[in-house]
């Protein structure tokens, strides 16, 4: 109940925050519940907490609010103090091409790859 709690307290702090990001932060929010809802999906249907047809949407859910954030990420990113140095980390970019390769762990052959 603890989490129930925490996650209540989280929707009641978007209220508090400059209504200009507002939108944002309610996306974010609900990014995090359909994450929750997808990673314990099994839980939730075998409980009768959610629907069949509601389970089956939740990838289009997901889906939709990841697009409709897309615009604000690097304003986010800059907001959470995420470094230009993180976002241009393997991962961050084409990491199936980074992984494709033995890379050693090395940036070199990575950024040859990308360019050509």
């Not at 925490?6 to 990001?21: F, N, Q, R, T």
């Not at 099994?42 to 629907?51: A, T, Y």
Request: glycine share 6%.
């Amino acid at each position: 109940s603890s989490g129930i709690n925490a996650e209540y307290g989280c929707h009641e702090k978007i209220g508090l925050a400059d209504p200009s990001i507002q939108p944002v932060l309610k996306k974010l929010y609900n990014l995090y519940l359909v994450t929750v809802l997808q990673e314990n999906i099994g839980f939730f249907l075998s409980n009768n907490l959610i629907s069949r047809k509601a389970a089956a949407g939740l990838r289009n859910d997901f889906d939709d609010l990841v697009k409709d954030i897309a615009p604000d990420s690097l304003a986010l990113a800059d907001g959470f103090g995420i470094t230009d140095e993180m976002l241009s980390a393997p991962i961050a970019r084409d990491w199936e091409l980074y992984n494709s390769y033995d890379n050693a762990g090395e940036m070199e052959k990575f950024e040859d790859m990308i360019r050509s």
